[in-house]
C-alpha cells in the first residue's frame, strides 16, 4: 500500500493545480476591469474543492508515494478549513482589490497557488513533501505582500517578510538535513520508527532544536515574532486578512507532521521548549497589544497571543491537546479573518481607516455593524457564549488534566491583559463621542460576508459541539 | 402542567429572545412600541417566576423543575437547569427586579432607549440562568455573558467618568472569574462530570481545597465585594444610569453571594473552616470601616453603594460564623446564620434597589446627586418623601422591615459564636442608622434649600407604582418573612447536614 501511487487519493490537488492552470489561461484573454469571471472561477474552484473534501470525511489513513504523502482525516478537515476561510477572505478582499488598483487575475492565482501549497503541507508525509508545500506557500505569499506596487509600505513588508521567511525556512531545512544524516531517511514515517527503536542523540536534538524555531518563525511565536506585526501592518488589508488566518491552520498541519508524528518519543524535549515559547508568546503579545492604536497592529499582536494559546495545546504531547490546539487554529482563523475584516469593511476608496478611533460612533449611526464588531472582539477575548471562549476552555482543560495547572492559571491571567484592548476597541465603537458618523462605502456582497462571518461566531459558539468532534475525530478520538 | 413545562428554560429565554427582539423587531425608531414590549415581556417573566414559585415544594431540599439536556458531549458539558430553595427566590428577585427596572426608566433614557430594554431583559434572563444553572461549565458561561450587557449599559447610558468605571467593572469582574474557570475545569475533571452537585460529594485534600478556596474567593468576593476589592463598585453605581445601578446592587451583588453558598462553603468547607476567622475579619472590616467611609460620602449614590458593600458583610459574615457554630454543635445557630445572610441578600435587592430609585428619581428632576444641593424636598415632595423614609429606615435595619429580619438572625447566631463578633456587628446597625438617616435629614428635611429644589414636583405615577410595591415587599417581609424562610429551610439544612461536613474523607457525606 504504502509504495502504490494512487492518484485517486491526491485528485483534490490536481484538481486544483487544473483549475489554475485554466483560470490562468482564462484571465489572459479578460478585458473585464472587475475580473469576474477570473473572480467566480476561482470561488467555483473552491466550493467544489470543499464538496468533494466533505465527501472524503470519514477517510481511512492511507500512506502512499512511496511513504511521500498521507491521506488522513486530520488532513481533510484542515483542507476542508483552508478552503471555507480562504473563500471568506476572497470575499473580502473584492470591493478593497478593486479600489485599489489590486484587481488583477494574478491576486486570485498566487491566493489558489498558496492553498495548494497549503494543501500539500497538511498532507505530507516526508519532509521534502513538507518543505515543498511550505516554499510553494511562502512563495505566493511574498508575491502577494508585494503585489501593491506602487505602495511603498508593501513593497517594504514583501522584503521583509521574504528575507525573514527565508531565514526561517533556512533554520528548518537545516534542522531536516540534520535529522536526515542522523536517521538516513526523509519519510517522517520511517524517522518515527528510527527514534522509536534508538536513542536521539545530541544530532537528533539539535536537528530538533532548529526545526521547532522553524516552525515558531512561521507561527511568529515570541521571540521570533519580529517580522509579523510590521508586515500584517504594512501588507494590503485584504492580504492580510488571508496571511494572518488561512496559512496557520496549514503551519498547524506541518506542526503535527513534523512534531507530532516524527519526533513523538522526543515529546518531552520539544514540549518543553514549546512551553517557553508559547506562555512568552502569551505574555508578550497580550501586553503589547494593549498600547496599540492601529487596529492592524493590534489585531498582530493579538495573533502573537492567540498563538501562543494554541501551542499550549501542543504541549500537552496528547492527542486531546493535539485536537484541542486543532479546535483553537480552526475558530481563531474564523476570528482573524473576521478581524481583519473589519479593517477592510472601513477603508474607503482612497483611504484607509486603520486607527481604532476611526471606529467612533459605529454603535450610534451603524448599530448592526457595531453590534458585529463587538462579537468579533468579545470572542477574541474568549467571552462566552461566543466561539473564542471554548477553544480556550479545551486548551485550559487539556492543560489542568495533564498537570499544568501553573501555567494554565499564568496563561489565564494574561487573557485578563488581553480583555482590556479587546473592550478598548468596544469602547471606541459604543463609548466615545462621535461628531459625525463614520463613512461606509464598502460593497453589498462585503456587508453580507462580514456579517455572516460574525453571526458564525455567535452560532458556532452556542453549539459548539460539532465543530470540536470533527478535531477530536482528526485524532481518532471519538468513542 | 408545570412539570411538562420547561419552566427554568422560558425564565431564562423569554427574556433573552424577547430583549432581541425589542433590540430587532421594534428598534429604535418605535419607541413607545418597544417600551410596551419590554413591558410584556418583563411582566410574563415575573408571572413565570411566581409561577414556578407556587408549584414550589417547599417541604424538599433537591432541586425541582430539572432540565438536563445534551449540549457538548465531546467535553461533557450538559444543559443541566434546576433550582432549590435558595435558587428560587434570587431568580424571582431578578425578574421583578427586571421589571421594575423596565418601568422605572419608562421614560427617562433620552437615546436609544429600545437598546436599554433590550439590554435589561437580557440580563435579566442571563441571570436567572446564573440562579438555575446545575452544570458548571454552563453556571460560568451565563456568569460571563451576562457581564456584557452591563458593560453597555453603563458605558453608553452611564455619567461623565462611564468608560473609566465600565472598564474597571468588567476588567475586576473577569479577572475574577478566570480563577473560578480554572477551579471548575479542575473539579469537573476530578468529578468526571461537570454537575455542580457531583462536585458536593467529592473528596478533596486539604491543600488542594485551600488552593480552590482562593480561586473562589477572588471570583466570588470581587462580586460581592468584600474589602479589599470592592473598589470597583463605588465607581461602577456613580457612573451607571439609574436602572443599571438597581440591578448592580440588587441582583448582581447577590451572585457573589449565590456562588459562596453554591461552590465555596459546600465544596471546600475544610479550607473555609481553616479560613473562616480571616474571612469573618474582611466581614467585620466591611461592615465597620466601609460603614464609616459612607458616613463620609457626599454623593448619595456613592454613599448607597458604599452601604451596600457594609450590608453585604453581613450576608459573609452570616456564612462563615455557621463554621465556627457547627464546631460548636450549635446546629440551629448555623442554620440561623446562614438563613439570616440569605434573607439579607434578599432584602438588600428590595432597599438598595429602593435608594437607588429614589436617587434616580431626584436626579432625573434635578441632575445632581450631591447631598449640598439637597434640602427640604420634603415640603416640595412629600409623598416621595414618605417612601425614602420607609427605605432609609429599613436600609438601617429597623424592625418591622425586611432589612432587621437578615441582620438580626446574623448578630443573633454571631453571639452564640462570640460575643465580641457580635458586638462590633451590633455597631453597624448604629453606623448605618447614622449615614443613612443623615443623609436622609440634610437632603429630605429643612428649609429648602434652593428654587430648584422649590420647583420640585413629586412623584409621578410611574414612580409612585415602583416605590409602592417595593415598599409593600420591605414591610411583608419585615413583618412576615416566614415564606421566605420556609422555601429556604430544607436547603439550608441540607447544606448544613450533607455539604458543611469534613471532605477530606467520604465520611459522613450523604447523597
Not at chain 1, 156 to 171: H, N, P, Q, R
Amino acid at each position: 500500500m504504502t509504495d502504490s501511487i494512487n492518484f485517486s487519493l491526491i485528485s483534490s490537488e490536481i484538481f486544483l493545480l487544473s483549475a489554475i492552470c485554466i483560470i490562468m489561461i482564462v484571465d489572459l484573454f479578460q478585458r473585464d476591469k472587475e475580473r469576474n469571471l477570473t473572480f467566480t472561477l476561482t470561488l467555483l474552484t473552491l466550493v467544489a474543492l470543499f464538496i468533494f473534501g466533505v465527501n472524503q470525511l470519514d477517510t481511512v489513513r492511507t500512506i502512499i508515494f512511496y511513504g511521500h504523502w498521507v491521506n488522513d482525516q486530520l488532513a481533510v478537515i484542515l483542507k476542508l478549513a483552508i478552503y471555507a476561510t480562504t473563500i471568506i477572505a476572497l470575499l473580502y478582499a473584492r470591493p478593497f482589490i478593486s479600489h485599489r488598483n489590486l484587481m488583477r487575475g494574478e491576486y486570485y492565482l498566487l491566493t489558489l497557488f498558496s492553498v495548494l501549497g497549503m494543501m500539500i503541507m497538511v498532507s505530507a508525509n516526508s519532509f521534502l513533501v513538507v518543505y515543498l508545500g511550505l516554499e510553494l506557500l511562502s512563495l505566493s505569499l511574498y508575491a502577494l505582500v508585494a503585489l501593491q506596487r506602487d505602495s511603498k509600505q508593501a513593497s517594504e513588508s514583501a522584503v521583509k517578510y521574504f528575507v525573514m521567511g527565508g531565514l526561517a525556512s533556512g533554520f528548518l531545512l537545516y534542522g531536516i538535513s540534520l535529522i536526515y544524516g542522523a536517521t538516513g531517511s526523509i519519510l517522517i514515517s520511517e524517522v518515527a520508527n528510527h527514534y522509536a527503536e534508538n536513542e536521539s542523540g545530541l544530532i537528533g536534538q539539535f536537528g530538533l532544536v532548529f526545526i521547532v524555531i522553524g516552525l515558531a518563525f512561521k507561527f511568529g511565536a515570541v521571540p521570533f515574532h519580529m517580522w509579523l506585526p510590521d508586515i500584517y501592518h504594512g501588507a494590503p488589508s485584504s492580504i492580510t486578512a488571508f496571511i494572518s488566518s488561512v496559512p496557520k491552520i496549514a503551519a498547524f498541519g506541518m506542526t503535527m507532521r513534523l512534531l507530532m508524528e516524527a519526533f513523538s518519543t522526543f515529546a518531552a524535549d520539544w514540549a518543553a521548549m514549546v512551553m517557553i515559547i508559547a506562555l512568552l508568546s502569551v505574555a508578550f503579545g497580550n501586553i503589547v497589544a494593549v498600547v496599540q492604536d492601529n487596529l492592524k497592529r493590534l489585531l498582530a499582536y493579538s495573533a502573537i497571543a492567540h498563538i501562543g494559546y494554541f501551542l499550549l495545546g501542543i504541549v500537552t504531547g496528547t492527542e486531546a491537546g493535539y485536537s484541542a490546539s486543532m479546535y483553537y487554529i480552526i475558530v481563531y482563523a474564523l476570528m482573524t479573518v473576521a478581524g481583519f475584516g473589519i479593517v477592510i469593511f472601513m477603508s474607503g476608496e482612497e483611504k484607509e481607516y486603520q486607527n481604532i478611533t476611526d471606529l467612533r460612533g459605529m454603535g450610534r449611526y451603524h448599530p448592526w455593524y457595531g453590534l458585529m464588531f463587538s462579537i468579533v472582539m468579545v470572542s477574541m477575548a474568549g467571552i462566552p457564549p461566543f466561539l473564542g471562549f471554548w477553544p480556550k476552555l479545551e486548551i485550559f482543560r487539556q492543560l489542568i488534566i495533564n498537570g499544568f495547572v501553573f501555567e494554565a492559571v499564568v496563561a489565564i491571567a494574561f487573557s485578563v491583559v488581553g480583555l482590556f484592548y479587546y473592550l478598548k476597541v468596544i469602547k471606541e465603537m459604543w463609548f466615545a463621542e462621535a461628531a459625525d458618523s463614520p463613512v461606509i462605502t464598502t460593497s453589498r456582497s462585503m456587508k453580507i460576508a462580514i456579517s455572516m462571518n460574525c453571526l458564525l461566531l455567535l452560532v458556532i459558539g452556542l453549539m459548539p459541539d460539532s465543530l470540536y468532534q470533527y478535531c477530536l475525530s482528526a485524532f481518532q478520538l471519538l468513542g | 402542567m408545570i412539570e411538562k413545562l420547561p419552566i427554568l428554560s422560558l425564565l431564562i429565554w423569554l427574556p433573552v429572545f424577547g430583549g432581541l427582539l425589542v433590540l430587532f423587531g421594534t428598534g429604535v425608531k418605535h419607541k413607545a412600541a418597544s417600551q410596551m414590549l419590554a413591558l410584556v415581556i418583563a411582566a410574563a417573566t415575573l408571572f413565570l417566576s411566581l409561577w414556578a414559585w407556587s408549584e414550589f415544594d417547599s417541604s424538599r431540599y433537591y432541586l425541582q423543575f430539572v432540565e438536563d439536556k445534551s449540549w457538548i458531549d465531546s467535553i461533557n458539558v450538559r444543559y443541566a437547569l434546576g433550582v432549590d430553595g435558595i435558587a428560587l427566590p434570587l431568580i424571582a428577585l431578578t425578574s421583578l427586579m427586571t421589571l421594575i427596572v423596565v418601568i422605572a426608566s419608562w421614560n427617562n433614557i433620552k437615546h436609544r432607549s429600545a437598546h436599554y430594554f433590550a439590554a435589561f431583559l437580557m440580563m435579566g434572563g442571563l441571570m436567572n440562568g446564573v440562579f438555575a444553572a446545575t452544570d458548571a461549565i454552563l453556571f460560568y458561561v451565563f456568569w460571563e455573558a451576562m457581564l456584557v450587557p452591563m458593560f453597555l449599559i453603563i458605558g453608553i447610558w452611564g455619567g461623565p467618568n462611564r468608560i473609566y468605571a465600565t472598564l474597571k467593572f468588567f476588567i475586576y469582574t473577569f479577572f475574577g472569574s478566570v480563577f473560578l474557570l480554572i477551579a471548575l475545569i479542575y473539579l469537573g475533571m476530578q468529578a468526571k462530570s461537570f454537575d455542580i452537585y457531583a462536585m458536593h460529594q467529592m473528596v478533596i485534600s486539604l491543600d488542594v481545597q485551600k488552593l480552590l478556596f482562593f480561586a473562589f474567593l477572588i471570583a466570588f468576593a470581587v462580586k460581592v465585594p468584600m474589602v479589599p476589592v470592592h473598589t470597583w463598585l463605588p465607581d461602577a453605581h456613580v457612573e451607571a444610569p439609574t436602572g443599571g445601578s438597581v440591578i448592580l446592587a440588587a441582583i448582581m451583588l447577590k451572585m457573589g453571594t449565590y456562588g459562596f453558598v453554591r461552590f465555596m462553603l459546600p465544596i471546600v468547607p475544610d479550607a473555609s473552616i481553616a479560613m473562616a476567622n480571616v474571612m469573618i475579619l474582611l466581614s467585620l472590616v466591611a461592615v465597620v470601616y466601609i460603614g464609616l467611609v459612607a458616613l463620609a460620602q457626599k454623593d448619595m449614590k456613592k454613599l448607597v453603594a458604599y452601604s451596600s458593600i457594609a450590608h453585604m458583610g453581613f450576608v459573609t459574615l452570616g456564612f462563615f460564623i455557621s463554621f465556627a457554630l457547627i464546631a460548636n454543635k450549635s446546629t440551629d445557630a448555623a442554620i440561623m446564620g446562614i438563613q439570616g445572610a440569605l434573607v439579607q441578600t434578599i432584602s438588600h435587592g428590595f432597599i438598595s434597589g429602593a435608594l437607588f430609585l429614589c436617587i434616580g428619581i431626584l436626579y432625573d428632576r434635578m441632575h445632581s446627586r450631591e447631598i449640598a444641593d439637597y434640602g427640604g424636598v420634603v415640603n416640595t415632595m412629600p409623598r416621595f418623601a414618605m417612601f425614602f423614609m420607609l427605605f432609609a429606615m429599613a436600609n438601617a435595619g429597623l424592625p418591622g422591615t425586611s432589612g432587621f429580619v437578615g441582620e438580626f438572625l446574623v448578630i443573633l447566631a454571631s453571639l452564640q459564636a462570640n460575643f465580641w463578633i457580635a458586638l462590633l456587628s451590633g455597631l453597624t446597625l448604629i453606623l448605618a442608622a447614622a449615614y443613612t438617616l443623615w443623609m436622609y435629614k440634610r437632603v429630605v428635611f429643612g428649609e429648602v434649600a434652593n428654587d430648584k429644589v422649590g420647583q420640585l414636583p413629586d412623584l409621578y405615577l410611574r414612580e409612585y407604582i415602583v416605590m409602592a410595591v417595593l415598599a409593600v415587599l420591605v414591610l411583608v417581609f419585615g413583618f412576615y418573612p416566614a415564606p421566605l424562610l420556609d422555601i429556604m429551610q430544607p436547603s439550608v439544612e441540607h447544606l448544613i447536614d450533607c455539604n458543611l461536613v469534613s471532605k477530606l474523607s467520604p465520611e459522613g457525606m450523604c447523597s
